[in-house]
């Protein structure tokens, strides 16, 4: 398993801001995914975070919009950028620890609430 | 690409009753399968998975589900619920790459 920790853990922003998510585990991991939950629905996943490398995301999200670091094997951020209402999610960071059958770990969640 | 169906959004069920939450998937190829719950204002947690073998999957909690190829489901049921089983709980289906697919979740609801 692995200990996932996010911060912030909530944050009120104003439209056209932007904030930077952190994602620390307790471990080294291959695999480091963030996932967006909007109000009242699934998980989408955004992008996955390669170390050393730029991210690879899905369809739909792009770099500038939610550029993402991952300068190590225990530590990513997520920004999102230039925020509007629609912004407001939670996202999840999640990962895959070495020697896992497929299943991911999650942390708590960053609850954004963009105004 | 794979899919994920979850045929309820919302399971009202009484203490100490049975239930099953349904969950039904679309893949080209073989996959592997999760059940998540996420109680309020928490990340997720895994509660069972299969992978390969048995189709009858035992959870954390008292939950278990039966993964039936022939009808591409894999339906999560629990004997006897509690009140603290109220949460959000997700199916999910991965090629094997680590790039789970989530269904749209049902919310269960146990009541008194």
């Known amino acids: 398993s692995a200990v996932i920790s996010q911060k912030p853990s909530r944050d009120i922003c104003q439209r056209g801001t932007s904030l930077t998510i952190q994602c620390q585990v307790d471990?080294?991991?291959?695999?480091m995914f963030w996932y967006r939950q909007q109000p009242g629905q699934s998980l989408t996943l955004i992008a996955t975070?390669?170390?050393?490398?730029?991210?690879?995301?899905e369809s739909g999200f792009v770099i500038d919009k939610f550029p993402i670091s991952r300068p190590n094997l225990t530590f990513s951020t997520l920004t999102v950028s230039n925020m509007s209402p629609e912004d407001s999610s939670i996202y999840l960071c999640?990962?895959?620890?070495?020697?896992?059958?497929?299943?991911?770990?999650f942390g708590e969640g960053s609850r954004l609430t963009v105004l | 690409a794979q899919s994920v169906t979850q045929l309820d959004s919302q399971v009202p069920v009484f203490e100490e009753a049975p239930v099953e939450l349904r969950c039904n998937y679309s893949?080209?190829?073989?996959?592997?399968l999760f059940w998540y719950v996420q109680y309020p204002n928490q990340g997720l947690q895994l509660l069972l998975k299969?992978?390969?073998?048995?189709?009858l999957v035992k959870g954390i909690n008292g939950f278990e589900a039966e993964f039936n190829k022939s009808q591409t489901s894999f339906h999560l049921r629990k004997p006897s619920v509690h009140i603290s089983d109220t949460a959000e709980y997700f199916c999910?289906?991965?090629?094997?790459?680590?790039?789970?697919?989530f269904g749209t979740g049902t919310r269960l609801l146990v009541s008194p």
């Open positions: 999910a289906v991965s090629p094997g790459f680590q790039k789970l697919v």
């Open positions: 893949s080209s190829v073989s996959v592997y």
């Open positions: 299969y992978l390969s073998g048995s189709t």
């Open positions: 975070a390669n170390q050393g490398s730029e991210a690879t995301y």
């Open positions: 999640s990962v895959s620890p070495q020697g896992a059958t497929g299943e991911l770990f």
């Open positions: 471990s080294q991991v291959t695999m």
